[in-house]
């Protein structure tokens, strides 16, 4: 079965830092570009940011709103990718999905989220 | 970035009724628009891309349309089972994917 299973979700202050971790099973990893998307309170439903797959050169690309703060790296040797967050806001406050898109199309379909790992930025 | 703009924010319709949500689009995205449901406490799932294919495993009561900057999503007879958020969302602007803002549907 294709999975995607995310942790490293919990309450943080204003200005601290988190990791997530997400685990892919199932797929061939090493060809995927993994995207994190996050539901918040506030905007809904926002792309956060990408990586690409390490023969595009794991090319990374972030919104706005978190470029400079956030950071996604992958290990594919654990077919796992990270999403490093740092000098957290409340309005981060969400849940965070770990997301695939549609294998062999231009991209931006997406067909496989995880379950989520929520985030917590309170004082 | 290409903001979208679903409407209505929620809507309450009776079992079998045709329901019908709008997204529009801040610029021309040709078809490249999907659609999602999200049940409570769910994840999002895909029901239509390129504006109008539907998703394997979906429905034919599920349906949309339009291109450019308009859209229009279509439950032509609402089931119990439908009761959920829909998320319009375009990919016309790559990585920088978004969404709308979602359409609440409660069976009246």
């Known amino acids: 079965e294709v999975q995607l299973v995310e942790s490293g979700g919990g309450l943080v202050k204003p200005g601290g830092s988190l990791r997530l971790s997400c685990t892919a099973s199932g797929l061939i990893f090493s060809n995927a570009w993994m995207t994190w998307v996050r539901q918040t309170p506030g905007k809904g439903l926002e792309w956060v940011g990408r990586i690409k797959s390490k023969v595009n050169g794991e090319t990374t690309d972030y919104a706005a709103p978190v470029k400079g703060r956030f950071s996604i790296s992958r290990d594919d040797s654990k077919n796992m990718v990270f999403l490093q967050m740092n000098s957290l806001k409340t309005e981060d406050t969400g849940v965070y999905y770990c997301?695939?898109?549609?294998?062999?199309?231009?991209?931006?379909?997406?067909?496989?989220w995880g379950q989520g790992t929520v985030v917590t930025v309170a004082s | 970035d290409i903001q979208m703009t679903q409407s209505p924010s929620s809507l309450s319709a009776s079992v079998g009724d045709r329901v019908t949500i709008a997204c529009q689009a801040s610029q021309d995205i040709t078809k490249h628009l999907n659609w999602y449901q999200q049940k409570p406490g769910k994840v999002p799932k895909l029901l239509i891309y390129d504006s109008s294919i539907l998703e394997t495993g979906v429905p034919s009561r599920f349906s949309g349309s339009g291109s450019g900057t308009d859209f229009t999503f279509t439950i032509s007879s609402l089931q119990p089972e439908d009761i959920a958020t829909y998320y319009c969302q375009q990919y016309d602007d790559l990585p920088y994917i978004t969404f709308g803002g979602g359409t609440k549907v409660e069976i009246k």
């Open positions: 997301t695939k898109d549609r294998p062999f199309t231009r991209g931006g379909v997406i067909v496989l």
